[in-house]
Every structure is written in structure tokens, then in C-alpha cells.
């Protein structure tokens, strides 16, 4: 019966429109049917009880559903119902008609109920009551007591009811399912009708009986019972406090509203706010020579400390190969510190109506109290190295840099200035209809108030489209008014284009300092089958007195890199040359094949500087079994053919099987015509036979996971000379103890046999107090009378006190007929390396040593750091000391 009620709720929604809606107390914010109580109750069909609630969950009785259809019956006359449409009526009749079927049928429950309840014989002695009073005189009329004691019948007779009631709520499931099935029999509207007069006399019946018995009341002392107007009062006061209820949820709503704006303007802050990072930084140090030694020299190939000043450090941790102890470095009590502040500005605001949008702003600039490093500065001072606005013009992206050292970018021959700044100066950077950049500024050191008194100015315009580039730029640095006189003019254009498997790249440039130069160039090349087939070929003239605004200097050269292998300058042919050349390869199956030809001399075409070179190679794969064979000639100088290099030879190895590979070999080298052992002048080869044997420890199907192991035979044909090498290392672990021996014997003949080997050991994590780590490494090598040895303990307590850590080593490097003992051969030599003879350095006369210790706190940002090594450089010796305090926040 609940269903058929709450679908005639929700349908009477209908019926009311614009109308304040009533509250309930217990009709929850957000219930599924709150909106349609709300609209009935407004309408005048539910009424609610006096206490101000619905009651949602309780059952319906007839009496309640009688009032109901009465009420909704006078909704339903002719003059209301021009506001509904015909499936609103078709709806309403049908929800209607189920809920008088649901009545009928629970009516024969709750007769049958009421037969076995108290309430019949209450009701019967009420009216017996209520007839006695009607035949009383008026002085003989009930008294106060008589009327109290009626309505405490009344009462217990409702109590009753409602007992029965509770009781057939527990059929509600089955009365819903027979309701189902009556409301599919209901097939018109009369029965709802005719069903509701005979209600509607019931309800009149009972009306007429209270009206008689407050007539008869009137002769009764009836102060103890509640009147109509007190029953009123009651409801007045409730409709009131629904009112109440009104506003304060209207209040509730406005003050929703004014958060959500609050929320608004705090998200906008939010948008609009700007970020500091930067750093904090200190340092206070010293630097000593405790015995006047004169030797600078390098403490880094005994151990890897903070005070380290090597630019590379190996895989195993080692750097080397520049001084960082020694008289020049000595100092006495330094301080300095810096702050250095990055400001970003990450959203946008309008600048203007035109349409320029500011997006970001990032400002670097560094705090430094040590004063002096510039002209004319004596105690601390601000250096912003950069400032970064980033701005839309529509849709535009436009960016724009001020900074000490700029960074910008037109080709590789012009103003490549991306790994080196040309100066103190901005770039400006828009992409729109076309690619615009910009800069200005003044050549030369950015450490200094105006550089070499020039300044450098240019522009660069093009766009890039999927398949096609075009670009066309012009650069001016000329002398300032303090400066002499120098003006040098740049101008030119780069293009590229890919038509499908082809693609072109050309460039064409002038300079004018004086001396008109150019560069030009073009390429094309050509791939076919996703890649079975290339071939490429070039034009270039590139004039040495071409200068292009680029580097930090004029004269630095084309195709450079850093000692770290990061590109300085990326041309894609060296200055002073004339020249073309091709190449093609391709590959048919298991087959490979390939060939080139250059030719090229200076830009002025000497003929003494011509260069030809030519080869061809091919590849066979086979299973196993690979294949290989190769022709290279190379002449540096046209007019002397003793200059010629050639080299051929081929190859043949079967591998990886287990991670081993067997390579045999023969190769026969030239010059001028006659075979040497080589290696060639130029092109390095050599006129030997041989055979390797290794294994690959880091292959997927190796023998030995982790253990590379090579072996070499190598005899050269015309000395008969012959090269042995054997060689390995091993990397393993057990448990938390981790292992890398190594081994080397290499027996040249002629020459002195090299023995070497060594062990690398790693213990730790341990999971006990202060986490320790214990690392230890040994190394020697024998070549007749060069010998060098290295070996060194260590201990890193990874949590010493409060989350800190504290390490320190010991190690020792001493040498003998070793070329120097104060710097290795090379920063990047490993001293662990099988494939190289050498520990730190190669044969020499120098005997020497080196020793030391260091200890270094860390906590946070902050560390105390101390270091002592001492040098014997051929007898000469020199104590070096070092301490420092540092700490560095970054925020």
C-alpha cells in the first residue's frame, strides 16, 4: 500500500504549482520523496500531524485515506483540471484506482482484526454514552469526569486501532503484491468514485455525531478538555515554527551562496599566486701546507671526498686528473654564503585590451655577502642572473628572457649560442603565424661591466610545418661608443623538406667584418624500406673567415663537444673546406652491404690539401655465424702518393652461444703502397691475423651471469710480432657482501709483460645500530720495471645520531717508473678496468707516493668535512690539509 500512496503523491506533484512548500521536521534534506510531500502538504491533501511531522514510515489508515481521496476528489472537479494534461489525468486515475483496490482489500484484514479487537465494544459503549447524554435534561448532563473518562475510551479505542494496524504491517509485502494484482483488475474510475461518496457519508456521519456531542457538551463542565480553538492554536503554532523552519533553510541557502563566492575569490588567489624556491648556502674552510711542499696535487684517485675537483667520475666512483691540495690552494679562515632566490609567477592576467597575457614569471638572482667579485662592489650584493616572462598574445605563446648569460639558437653556423652565452643581454621568443626570435645585448664576459665594448644584435623569422622548415635570420655585433671601431653583418636562410622517403636540408650565410665570407651547404637523402635502403649525399663550402656571432669567441670551432661528451657546436661539417660526398647501404635479408666517397680540400682548393677517401664493407648473418669483410683508401695529399692508406681485410665469428663469442681475423694495411704493421697514420689499420674468445657476463643466455672474460691472440705479418691478452672481471653477490675481482695479463712482444688484478669489496647495509657499511679495494700492476699499487678501507654509518651520517676512509697509491704521481693520465681512467695495463698512470721514470685520510659529517643541509694527504713526488714532499664547514637549504 506504501507504493500505491507514493506513486499518488508524485503524480499529485502536478497540482501544485507556485506555492510555498510545507515543512515536515522529520522529512530528511535529500529523501527521494521530500519534493512530492512537500507539494501535497502544500496543495491541502496532507495535512501532517499536529506535532509538525509526516510520518513517512507509518502505515495508512481508511479514515486517513478517506480524507485523502475527499481532498484530492475536490482537486479533481471540472474547474481544476484545465491545468493537467491527458496522461497527467490517465496517470492520476490509475494510481488513484490502485490505491482504492489496496483499501478494499486491506479493509476485509482490518475488519477482520477489529472483530477480535477491543476497540468494537469501546466504540459501542461510546455510542451508547453519547445517546444518554442526548436524553439528559440539562442540569443532568455528564459530568467533567464522565466526559474525561469518554475520552480516555476514545483514546484506548485509537490505541487499539493502531494495534491492529501494526499488525497488519507485517502483511505489507503480501498486500503490496495482491495490490499489484488489483489495480491490473480496476478498469475504470467509477468504483473509485462511488467508493469515496460512501466514505465521504462515513466521514459526514461522524461529523454530525461530534457536532451533536459538543451541543450536549455545553451543559458539561468541559474545562479539562481541549477545544477546537486550543487544537488551532496548536496548528498555528506549528505552521509557524514550519515558517521558521522556511527561513532559517533560506538563510541556510544564502549563506551557501556567499561561501561559494568566498571559495571563488580564494580559488582565484590560488590561480593568481606566485612560488619562491631558491637556496640557502654557507661555507667556511681551509686550506694549508704544513711542510712548505711546492707540489700541487691530486687527492682524488685515493678516495672521492666533498673537496673533490675532478670533472668525471667513473662507474666505480673515482675521480681524477686535477689538483684540488697544494700551495695554490692554500687558504686561510674563508667565509662565504649566497642566497639564491627563484620567484615563478606560473598563471595569467590580463596586461592590456589588445590581448596580451601575461602566463609566467620566473626570476634567479643570488645573494652574495662575500663581496668583490665584481668591479666596484665591497661588501654583498644582488645578482639576478634571469629574469623569464612568459606571456599570449591571443593564443600566442611569447616568451622573453633577460639574464647575464642568455642562451639562443639560429643554426649551427649562426648564432649558436646555447651551450656558451655571447653576453649579458634578452632573447625574445614568439610562436605565432610565423616563429619570431630576437635578442640584444653586450658581447663578451658576463663578469665583467661591459664585456669587450661591443654589442650583438639579431632576428631570426621562419615557421615549421610537418614535411617543411624555413627560416631567414640577421645578426649585427658592432663596437659601442667606448669600444674601436668593428662591425660585423650576418645574414642567411635554412630550409628542410621531406618528400615521403626523401628529405633535404640547405643553408646559405654571409659575414661581413671586413672580410666577406660564406657558408653553404646542402644535403639529401634517401630511405627506402624502412631503412633496407639509404643513401645520402652533400655540397659544403664553408670559409674560414665565415664569422657568425657564435660562442663566446669567433675562433671557436664547428663539430665540438665538452669533456662530458655534451654537444658545443653541432655543424654538420668542419671550417675550411670544399667538398662533396655520398653514401649508401643496404640490406637483403641476412646480406648487408655498404659504400661511400668523399672528396674535399680547403676552402681555397690547394691542391696539397685534397682528400679522397673511399670503401666499401659487407655483412653476412648467418644463424650463428656472422661474416665480414671491408675496403677503406684514404689520401691527405694529392700530390704525394706515399701519403695513400689502405686498409682490407675481413672477419668471421660464431655467437653469442652461452654468452661466448669466437672471433677470427686477417687485415692488411698500406702506406704509399708498402704493407706495415700499422697502426695507419689516419685511418689506424693494421696488417695482423688473429683470434678473440670472451664472454659477455651481462648476456641473457651467459654462461656465468656477471663474469666477462676475454681472451686475444694477435700476430702482425710483417715485424712477426705478436700481442697476447687475457682479461676479466666478476661481479657478484652474496647476501649483503657484494664482490668485483678482476684480473689482467697482457704479454706483448716485443715489450714487458703486464700483470695485473685487483678486488673491489662492498659490505652493507647491515641492519644493526648506525646501519655501517664497510667498503675496501685493492689494485696492483707489474710492466718490467713500472709498478703501481692502491688499496683503501672505508666505513659510512648511514644513521649516526638524529637521522645523520658519518663516513671516513684511509687509502694509499705508490708508484714506481710511472710518468707522474701528482696527476693520473686521464680523468676518466678507471683503475679497475681488465682492458687497460694501467692503475693511475703509464711507464715513466717518477717514483713517488701518495697517502691520506678523511672524515665527513653530514646532517641535512649541513657538513663538516676534513682531509689529509700527503705526497712524495720524487722525493719531494707536500702535506696538504683541508677543512671545511658547509650547509646548504634549498627551500
Not at 655520398?582 to 655498404?594: P, T
Not at 689499420?685 to 688473429?690: C, F, P, R, V
Amino acid at each position: 500500500m506504501k507504493k500505491a500512496v507514493i506513486l499518488l503523491a508524485g503524480l499529485l506533484t502536478v497540482l501544485s504549482m507556485g506555492f510555498a512548500s510545507a515543512q515536515f521536521s522529520d522529512v530528511p534534506a535529500g529523501h527521494w520523496a521530500k519534493e512530492a510531500v512537500e507539494k501535497i502538504a502544500a496543495e491541502g491533501i496532507i495535512l501532517g500531524f499536529p506535532d509538525g511531522t509526516f510520518r513517512g514510515n507509518e502505515n495508512l489508515t481508511r479514515y486517513q485515506a478517506a480524507m485523502i481521496i475527499y481532498r484530492l476528489l475536490q482537486k479533481l472537479e471540472p474547474g481544476q483540471m484545465g491545468a493537467m494534461d491527458q496522461e497527467t489525468i490517465t496517470a492520476l486515475r490509475n494510481a488513484v484506482q490502485e490505491l482504492a483496490a489496496e483499501l478494499a482489500s486491506l479493509g476485509v484484514r482490518v475488519s477482520a482484526l477489529e472483530d477480535n479487537a477491543a476497540s468494537k465494544s469501546d466504540v459501542a459503549r461510546l455510542e451508547k454514552m453519547i445517546a444518554e447524554l442526548k436524553g439528559m435534561p440539562s442540569g443532568e448532563g455528564a459530568s467533567g469526569a464522565a466526559l474525561k473518562d469518554l475520552a480516555d475510551r476514545v483514546e484506548a479505542a485509537a490505541i487499539a486501532a493502531d494495534t491492529a494496524l501494526a499488525q497488519v504491517q507485517a502483511l505489507e509485502g503480501k498486500v503490496d503484491a495482491v495490490g499489484a494484482q488489483a489495480s491490473a483488475n480496476a478498469d475504470s474510475i467509477k468504483a473509485l468514485n462511488e467508493l469515496a461518496v460512501l466514505l465521504n457519508q462515513d466521514v459526514l456521519s461522524l461529523q454530525d455525531r461530534v457536532t451533536a456531542l459538543e451541543k450536549a457538551s455545553g451543559m458539561t463542565d468541559l474545562s479539562g478538555v481541549a477545544t477546537k480553538d486550543d487544537v488551532q492554536s496548536v496548528r498555528d503554532y506549528v505552521t509557524a515554527i514550519r515558517g521558521d523552519l522556511v527561513n532559517v533553510s533560506n538563510k541556510v541557502s544564502a549563506l551557501e551562496a556567499n561561501v561559494g563566492d568566498l571559495q571563488d575569490q580564494v580559488n582565484g588567489l590560488k590561480f593568481y599566486q606566485f612560488t619562491v624556491s631558491g637556496s640557502i648556502s654557507g661555507e667556511y674552510s681551509v686550506f694549508r701546507v704544513l711542510d712548505g711542499g711546492l707540489e700541487d696535487f691530486d687527492a682524488d684517485r685515493l678516495f672521492a671526498t666533498s673537496f673533490s675537483t675532478g670533472e668525471a667520475t667513473t662507474d666505480k666512483g673515482d675521480v681524477a686528473a686535477k689538483e684540488d691540495l697544494g700551495p695554490g690552494f692554500q687558504q686561510e679562515g674563508t667565509w662565504s654564503s649566497s642566497l639564491t632566490l627563484k620567484l615563478l609567477f606560473p598563471n595569467a592576467y590580463k596586461v592590456d585590451a589588445a590581448g596580451l597575457t601575461i602566463k609566467g614569471i620566473e626570476i634567479d638572482g643570488t645573494w652574495d655577502v662575500s663581496g668583490g667579485s665584481y668591479t666596484g662592489t665591497t661588501g654583498g650584493f644582488w645578482d639576478v642572473s634571469g629574469v623569464r616572462t612568459s606571456f599570449t598574445v591571443g593564443n600566442d605563446p611569447l616568451m622573453i628572457t633577460l639574464a647575464r648569460q642568455p642562451k639562443a639558437h639560429f643554426t649551427e653556423y649562426v648564432f649558436d649560442n646555447d651551450y656558451y652565452s655571447r653576453g649579458t643581454g634578452y632573447v625574445v621568443e614568439y610562436k605565432g603565424i610565423l616563429d619570431i626570435t630576437g635578442v640584444y645585448g653586450s658581447t663578451g664576459d658576463a663578469d665583467t661591466v661591459n664585456g669587450d665594448n661591443r654589442y650583438y644584435r639579431g632576428v631570426m623569422a621562419g615557421k615549421s610545418f610537418e614535411n617543411f622548415s624555413i627560416a631567414a635570420y640577421a645578426v649585427q655585433e658592432a663596437a659601442d661608443v667606448y669600444g674601436p671601431a668593428y662591425s660585423n653583418t650576418v645574414y642567411g636562410g635554412h630550409a628542410t623538406a621531406s618528400f615521403g622517403p626523401l628529405s633535404l636540408e640547405g643553408e646559405y650565410d654571409m659575414s661581413n667584418n671586413g672580410t666577406p665570407a660564406s657558408v653553404m651547404y646542402f644535403k639529401g637523402g634517401l630511405n627506402l624500406g624502412d631503412g633496407k635502403f639509404k643513401a645520402n649525399a652533400n655540397y659544403r663550402a664553408i670559409d674560414p673567415d665565415f664569422a657568425g656571432v657564435s660562442q663566446d669567441v669567433d675562433t671557436a670551432g664547428y663539430q665540438s663537444e665538452d669533456s662530458s661528451g655534451n654537444t658545443i657546436n653541432g655543424a654538420p661539417f668542419g671550417d675550411d673546406q670544399k667538398g662533396y660526398g655520398f653514401d649508401a647501404a643496404a640490406e637483403l635479408g641476412a646480406f648487408s652491404v655498404s659504400g661511400y666517397y668523399d672528396h674535399q680540400t680547403d676552402f681555397a682548393g690547394t691542391a696539397t690539401s685534397q682528400v679522397d677517401k673511399y670503401g666499401a664493407a659487407a655483412e653476412a648473418k648467418l644463424s650463428v655465424i656472422t661474416l665480414k669483410g671491408n675496403y677503406d683508401y684514404y689520401n691527405a695529399d694529392a700530390t704525394d702518393p706515399t701519403n695513400d692508406e689502405v686498409t682490407y681485410g675481413g672477419s668471421a665469428a660464431i655467437g653469442p652461444m652461452k654468452g661466448f663469442t669466437l672471433e677470427a681475423f686477417y687485415s692488411l694495411a698500406t702506406l704509399g703502397g708498402a704493407a706495415v704493421d700499422g697502426p695507419l697514420p689516419t685511418t689506424e689499420g693494421e696488417s695482423a691475423y688473429g683470434a678473440s674468445l670472451s664472454h659477455d657476463g651481462a648476456s641473457e643466455n651467459a654462461l656465468i651471469s656477471g663474469l666477462n672474460l676475454t681472451a686475444k691472440y694477435k700476430a702482425y705479418t710483417v715485424s712477426g710480432n705478436t700481442d697476447i691478452q687475457v682479461y676479466g672481471d666478476f661481479d657478484a653477490k652474496f647476501g649483503v657482501v657484494g664482490i668485483h675481482p678482476m684480473f689482467r695479463y697482457h704479454m706483448p712482444n716485443p715489450g714487458d709483460t703486464t700483470i695485473k688484478y685487483g678486488a673491489q669489496v662492498k659490505v652493507g647495509e647491515l641492519g644493526v645500530v648506525f646501519k655501517p657499511t664497510l667498503m675496501g679495494d685493492f689494485v696492483s700492476r707489474t710492466t718490467g720495471t713500472t709498478s703501481e699499487m692502491k688499496y683503501g678501507v672505508g666505513l659510512e654509518l648511514g644513521d649516526f645520531v638524529f637521522g645523520s651520517s658519518l663516513k671516513g676512509g684511509y687509502a694509499s697509491y705508490t708508484a714506481a717508473n710511472v710518468a707522474s704521481v701528482l696527476l693520473a693520465d686521464a680523468q676518466l681512467l678507471d683503475p679497475f678496468n681488465p682492458a687497460d695495463d694501467r692503475v693511475w698512470s703509464s711507464t715513466g721514470t717518477t717514483n713517488g707516493s701518495l697517502t691520506g685520510y678523511f672524515f665527513e659529517w653530514t646532517y641535512e643541509g649541513m657538513q663538516f668535512a676534513y682531509i689529509d694527504a700527503v705526497v712524495n713526488n720524487g722525493g719531494n714532499t707536500t702535506h696538504g690539509q683541508a677543512f671545511k664547514v658547509s650547509y646548504s637549504v634549498e627551500f
